[in-house]
């Protein structure tokens, strides 16, 4: 059982910066992939980036490449999503998740994950 918990939401203007952060409970972190997704208001939940148990392998949708890094500390739980160079395109609620296996060909997909945080808000203003 893994729980997790966002936080780094916020309001900036477009070309700023934000830092998210996904606390994750549970002594079995470190063997979890981990992705996120982000859901705009009125439209379907979207794969952002995704990172192996060991941090070795990374994978973005292409939107954000080059501008949206993830990144774990698995000595500390965490899991982190750093972006840059922010749109309002980005604005949505951004939600980290985990699951047991890390796909290339899969962990673009919801249902492949197997643990959900709540969600942090971030907006992005023109």
């Not at 939401?9 to 981990?34: D, I, K, T």
């Not at 395109?89 to 890390?102: F, L």
Request: aromatic residues 14%.
């Amino acid at each position: 059982q893994v729980q997790l918990v966002e936080s780094g939401g916020g309001l900036v203007q477009a070309g700023g910066s934000l830092r998210l952060s996904c606390a994750a409970s549970g002594r079995a972190f470190s063997s979890y992939a981990m992705g996120w997704f982000r859901q705009a208001p009125g439209k379907e939940r979207e794969f952002v980036a995704a990172i192996s148990w060991s941090g070795g392998s990374t994978y973005y949708t292409d939107s954000v490449k080059g501008r949206f890094t993830i990144s774990r500390d698995n000595a500390k739980n965490m899991v982190y999503l750093q972006m840059n160079s922010l749109k309002p395109e980005d604005t949505a609620v951004y939600s980290c998740a985990a699951a047991t296996v890390y796909s290339s060909s899969y962990s673009h997909l919801a249902n492949w994950y197997d643990y959900w945080g709540q969600g942090t808000q971030v907006t992005v203003s023109s």
